[in-house]
């Protein structure tokens, strides 16, 4: 079973978020966490990252425990794992006003992705470098728009985390459709609303994984077929 949490660092609020990250998140997870969260220069970003820790945490009391510690640590790829904890995986992924935690109960590897959906990129351009050639086939099809372009984003990025070796590899080496069709890995894919702002969210897992979902407040999940 993966779980996935969805949470806002605006519905939270700044006193939410710090108190949060005061009282509990960094004793949980440890110092490393506060010292690399402190070493953004963003607020944005910083508040996003705690967020994302908030979400993980919700999910690991249900599991471990509210009491329990369960350090974070980085492989050499910067992929973080539970250094004593080998049968729970987790990923975290965060964009504009959303923050996303997935966790995998049974050792199961699985990489998250969530990106809100805007236009401004050289759609055609990033395509003909990183996507292969279905996946440039569906954004010709969908007539490159932002929404497809995001659809194969996601996916890649969520299975650059899965395998946990890097997004380069992910980008130029591997089409998501070709991995999927041949059911290496099962990707799912979900629409978010929240505050005015469309998202597209991708999971990667094993391909009998089953799912969970938890989102807080307005943000609204709908789970979506594998065309944009």
């Known amino acids: 079973m993966t779980e996935i949490s969805l949470l806002s660092p605006v519905e939270m609020g700044v006193d939410g978020i710090s108190e949060y990250a005061s009282r509990d998140l960094f004793r949980t997870f440890g110092e490393d966490e506060r010292a690399r969260i402190e070493r953004m220069s963003n607020r944005g970003a910083r ?10 945490k919700r999910l690991t009391d249900t599991l471990v425990g509210a009491e329990e510690r369960i350090l974070i640590s980085r492989d050499e790829y910067g992929k973080p794992y539970f250094s004593e904890h080998e049968n729970l995986r987790f990923n975290i992924s965060h964009s504009s006003q959303i923050a996303a935690a997935a966790l995998s109960a049974d050792g199961s590897a699985v990489g998250i992705d969530i990106e809100r959906i805007a236009d401004g990129r050289d759609i055609k351009k990033i395509a003909q470098r990183f996507f292969g050639k279905r996946e440039r086939a569906f954004l010709e099809a969908e007539g490159y728009s932002a929404r497809a372009f995001f659809f194969v984003w996601t996916s890649k990025e969520a299975y650059a985390k899965y395998i946990g070796h890097g997004l380069g590899e992910a980008l130029s080496g591997v089409d998501t459709f070709e991995v999927s069709e041949r059911r290496e890995v099962r990707f799912s894919r979900f629409e978010v609303r929240y505050a005015g702002n469309d998202y597209l969210m991708t999971l ?3 391909c009998d994984e089953q799912i969970k979902i938890n989102s807080n407040g307005d943000i609204e999940v709908y789970e979506i077929s594998d065309r944009a």
């Open 204 to 206: 990667c897992t094993a």
């Open 47 to 56: 508040d996003l990252s705690l967020c994302g820790l908030v979400a993980l």
